[in-house]
């Protein structure tokens, strides 16, 4: 069964700074989608980035990138200048590439930007 | 673009009521998932519809939950003689075909008394 884990319940950091955060999972497929998502204040829920399990290269997006380690069933993200407005929470998420299987999420690390 | 669209925003019902939440994807994907959000259980899956059909439902209590779509531009999910542990806030998102990003909409708040 396919499972995904945050360690980290918050993280504060100072504007302009770089915050990263882990997420491991675990999956028996050998194909799997990894992603991050931001919940706002208000709630709202956010794509930000992705990684294909098949892709080597650690997928990048604006000032969001990944830290992709498959031996580890690891995939970190980082947010180099942090914004006021990066503050949220952040959750990772997979879905297994086989048979149309749903996201399945963690359990979110908030992050407090300060100025 | 609308978005995906949940109403109501908020619903507060007495123990044993029956509660219904709509959701409205966003034009022309292909599916549509639940998930209900609360402190404790974090971001949980519920079900999932591809083409209107149901696919996964492994996240849904057996009892009291049920969920449908009827059209391509709704989709419900109804609980029976709710109860307080059936307070949280109930997710809809859909997803185009091709594309594996799903986008949410703003939930619908439930509070059993």
């Known amino acids: 069964a396919q499972k995904v884990t945050q360690t980290q319940t918050s993280i504060s950091v100072v504007e302009k700074t770089t915050v990263t955060m882990d997420c491991v999972y675990e999956?028996?497929?050998?194909?799997?989608?990894l992603f991050w998502y931001k919940q706002t204040a208000s709630g709202e829920i956010v794509f930000l980035i992705r990684?294909?399990?098949?892709?080597?290269e650690n997928a990048t997006v604006g000032h969001y990138s990944l830290n992709f380690q498959k031996p580890k069933s690891s995939i970190g993200l980082i947010i180099t200048a942090t914004q006021i407005e990066d503050s949220a929470v952040y959750f990772c998420?997979?879905?297994?590439?086989?048979?149309?299987?749903?996201?399945?999420f963690g359990t979110g690390t908030t992050v407090s930007v300060s100025p | 673009n609308a978005g995906v669209i949940q109403t109501p925003r908020h619903k507060v019902t007495g123990k044993g009521q029956e509660a219904t939440l709509w959701c409205e994807p966003i034009s022309g994907h292909s599916a549509v998932f639940w998930y209900r959000q609360t402190i404790v259980q974090g971001l949980e899956f519920l079900t999932y519809f591809r083409n209107q059909a149901p696919i996964d439902d492994s996240g849904m209590p057996k009892e009291r939950f049920s969920a449908q779509m009827p059209n391509q531009s709704h989709s419900t999910l109804k609980i029976q003689s709710t109860q307080p542990q059936d307070s949280a806030v109930y997710l809809c998102?859909?997803?185009?075909?091709?594309?594996?990003?799903?986008?949410f909409g703003h939930g619908t708040k439930l509070s059993v008394l």
């Open positions: 998420a997979m879905r297994e590439g086989e048979g149309g299987r749903a996201l399945i």
């Open positions: 999956t028996r497929d050998s194909s799997y989608f």
């Open positions: 990684q294909d399990s098949y892709k080597k």
């Open positions: 998102a859909s997803k185009d075909r091709g594309d594996e990003r799903l986008f």
